[in-house]
């Protein structure tokens, strides 16, 4: 055949000869999700070496950073001893996460922290190797371990039961039949040592120069470190319209259960409890609105979630050192 004739496939290419594409997506919210993709990078929070490995989507880079950015932060630590999902959305519905709102309205965005399921920790040896040391030691551990992690998270310890035993004896003596009714000895539960005075800032730092166990100080330096980096910063306000949107939820479901002994009374109230836990929507453990369309308010929202990410990274530590005490 003379040369030419025949059929010929068309190659097409762009004016600068790259390939015309071959395919083109069209994803709902995907504009909505460019501009807070923007804002990510802006804000610093956002990897632009992301964006070749998230195939031209927003949303994608945008998750692939929100990814990056906890592995940077302590993520791996943090998973050891606690199991948070961070969700980020324009809902606080859990049931109905999703994708930016198609409407483009980036305005009111959250970064909520919501356990998957409860920590567990036994104290009770950590306490009676403090006590040792010193016989406050203890109650100051406790006071700075538990209030530092519950800035940020809800934990679950032996204030929590004896809550719910004051709210079960308060129902038992509207019931005719209460006698039948046998109530959780919690305060068998609770260690003398716990009972007694913290000690102050002052009188922990003269107890701490003279501590010869390695254990206990390196624990209290732990836990005064905790205390420091949780109270550094201020938590987020939420707003009466945020709040406005939590009427119906439950309250927040525990990241961490702390016992003194295993399957002790308080480990029996948190069981009996946590049947009830999901009969509503809880409310999440922690949020941090935010406007997303302002690269601003996005950087303090990751500066309050830095700081969590610091205090739990912290917490697993304490709860790797306790873990090892027989």
């Given at each position: 055949?003379p040369?030419?004739?025949g059929?010929?496939?068309?190659?097409?290419?762009?004016?600068?000869?790259?390939?015309?594409?071959t395919?083109?997506?069209?994803?709902?919210?995907e504009?909505?999700?460019?501009?807070?993709?923007?804002?990510?990078?802006?804000?610093?929070?956002?990897?632009?070496?992301e964006?070749?490995?998230?195939?031209?989507?927003?949303?994608?880079?945008?998750?692939?950073?929100?990814?990056?950015?906890?592995?940077d932060?302590?993520r791996a630590?943090?998973?050891?001893?606690?199991?948070?999902?961070v969700?980020?959305?324009t809902?606080?519905?859990?049931?109905?996460?999703?994708?930016?709102a198609?409407?483009?309205?980036?305005?009111?965005?959250?970064?909520?922290?919501?356990p998957?399921?409860?920590?567990?920790?036994?104290?009770?040896?950590?306490?009676?190797?403090?006590?040792?040391?010193?016989?406050?030691?203890p109650?100051?551990?406790?006071?700075?371990?538990?209030?530092?992690?519950?800035?940020?998270?809800?934990?679950?310890?032996?204030?929590?039961?004896?809550?719910?035993m004051?709210?079960?004896?308060?129902?038992?003596?509207?019931?005719?039949?209460s006698?039948r009714?046998?109530?959780?000895?919690i305060?068998a539960?609770?260690?003398?040592?716990?009972?007694?005075?913290?000690?102050?800032?002052?009188g922990?730092a003269?107890?701490?120069?003279?501590?010869?166990?390695?254990?206990a100080?390196q624990l209290?330096?732990?836990?005064?470190?905790l205390a420091?980096?949780?109270n550094?910063a201020?938590?987020?306000?939420?707003?009466?319209?945020?709040r406005?949107?939590?009427?119906?939820?439950?309250?927040?479901?525990?990241?961490?259960?702390?016992?003194f002994e295993q399957?002790?009374?308080?480990?029996?109230?948190?069981?009996?409890?946590?049947?009830?836990m999901?009969?509503?929507?809880?409310?999440?453990?922690?949020?941090?609105p935010?406007?997303?369309?302002?690269?601003?308010?996005?950087?303090a929202?990751?500066a309050?979630?830095?700081?969590l990410?610091?205090?739990?990274?912290?917490?697993?530590g304490?709860?790797?050192s306790?873990?090892?005490?027989?």
């Amino acid at each position: 055949m003379p040369k030419g004739a025949g059929w010929t496939i068309p190659r097409l290419s762009l004016p600068d000869g790259r390939p015309v594409p071959t395919e083109f997506r069209l994803v709902e919210g995907e504009r909505t999700a460019a501009k807070l993709a923007l804002n990510f990078l802006e804000a610093g929070i956002g990897y632009a070496d992301e964006w070749a490995a998230s195939g031209g989507s927003a949303t994608t880079f945008i998750q692939r950073s929100l990814n990056r950015w906890l592995d940077d932060h302590g993520r791996a630590k943090i998973q050891e001893h606690f199991f948070l999902d961070v969700v980020l959305s324009t809902s606080l519905d859990r049931y109905c996460y999703g994708q930016p709102a198609a409407s483009g309205d980036i305005s009111r965005m959250f970064l909520a922290i919501e356990p998957e399921s409860a920590g567990y920790v036994v104290l009770g040896p950590t306490l009676r190797l403090l006590e040792a040391a010193h016989p406050r030691l203890p109650s100051t551990f406790l006071n700075l371990f538990l209030g530092g992690l519950n800035r940020w998270i809800r934990v679950y310890d032996y204030r929590d039961a004896l809550d719910r035993m004051d709210r079960l004896r308060e129902w038992s003596e509207d019931d005719p039949e209460s006698d039948r009714i046998e109530l959780p000895n919690i305060e068998a539960s609770i260690p003398e040592c716990v009972r007694r005075k913290p000690l102050s800032a002052r009188g922990l730092a003269r107890v701490m120069n003279t501590l010869k166990d390695d254990r206990a100080q390196q624990l209290m330096e732990q836990a005064v470190e905790l205390a420091r980096m949780s109270n550094s910063a201020d938590l987020p306000v939420i707003e009466d319209e945020t709040r406005d949107l939590l009427t119906d939820c439950g309250e927040p479901v525990p990241a961490l259960v702390v016992v003194f002994e295993q399957q002790d009374a308080i480990e029996g109230s948190f069981d009996e409890e946590s049947l009830g836990m999901l009969e509503v929507t809880p409310e999440a453990n922690l949020i941090l609105p935010f406007d997303g369309a302002q690269s601003r308010t996005l950087s303090a929202a990751f500066a309050q979630m830095r700081q969590l990410c610091q205090t739990l990274a912290l917490g697993a530590g304490i709860l790797k050192s306790s873990s090892a005490i027989d």
